[in-house]
């Protein structure tokens, strides 16, 4: 077997996984059961699954067999955040509510930022994040169905979006940028704030190596102050 079967099989396996045939914590099949199906050696499938090993996709061990990994992220270069934790390790009471939720076709720049194919199909979501009640921060979310399986059904009534995404979804990289804007009507309203208020804002894409899974824009309560340690 050539270099070109051990990645077209590797890909064939993340598909599989990011559609959501294995899901989280499932035990994948054999080597010698891969092997067979794709009609190739267990040193491919073995070279294909160390690199999705590599990639925080799967867990492997000897005798136990390959899993999909619960909370894949671990392995991302960076750490997203749960607003849950941050409110709760300041003192706060944790909730959350959806303020939009809708199923549509990409419009063309998130077509372009999650890199998709015309007539994709995003999950577009406005959450609004409380502290003892308050508005805490407001998230307008976009999210790859393809790259996020049980999102479209996803209980964002009992658990957040961003809490849902970072348990469910595996992820390698992204980017994150920081700015100040002004509060629009939506974000006024949600944020129970006044129109043209300034907000500190986080916008944040992730991906899985060439699988873009979601954008989001974070815009926090006037007043907020961000603290990290050195």
Not at 15 to 25: F, Q
Not at 162 to 191: C, K, T
Request: net charge positive; hydrophobic share 40%; glycine share 8%.
């Amino acid at each position: 077997m050539n270099e070109r079967n051990h990645i077209s099989i590797r890909e064939a396996i993340r598909g599989r996984i990011t559609d959501g045939e294995w899901a989280p914590g499932a035990m994948m099949p054999g080597e010698t059961d891969l092997a067979e199906e794709y009609g190739c050696s267990r040193t491919t499938v073995n070279r294909a699954l160390q690199k999705l090993a590599e990639d925080g996709l799967i867990e492997r061990k000897r005798r136990a067999g390959t899993r999909v990994r619960e909370i894949p992220s671990r392995q991302a270069k960076f750490r997203i955040p749960i607003l849950r934790h941050e409110i709760e390790a300041a003192g706060g009471a944790y909730s959350s509510r959806v303020a939009f939720r809708e199923t549509l076709k990409a419009p063309g720049f998130i077509q372009s930022r999650l890199r998709l194919a015309t007539g994709a199909r995003v999950l577009r979501l406005h959450t609004v994040h409380l502290s003892d009640g308050q508005p805490y921060a407001f998230e307008d979310r976009w999210v790859n169905i393809k790259a996020a399986p049980g999102v479209v059904d996803a209980p964002f009534d009992i658990i957040s979006a961003n809490e849902w995404l970072v348990r469910e979804v595996p992820y390698s990289s992204g980017d994150v940028r920081f700015s100040a804007m002004a509060a629009g009507q939506i974000e006024a309203q949600a944020l129970a704030t006044s129109l043209g208020a300034p907000l500190f804002t986080v916008e944040r894409t992730t991906w899985l190596r060439d699988l873009y899974i979601t954008t989001t824009k974070l815009c926090y309560r006037p007043g907020y102050h961000m603290r990290t340690e050195l």
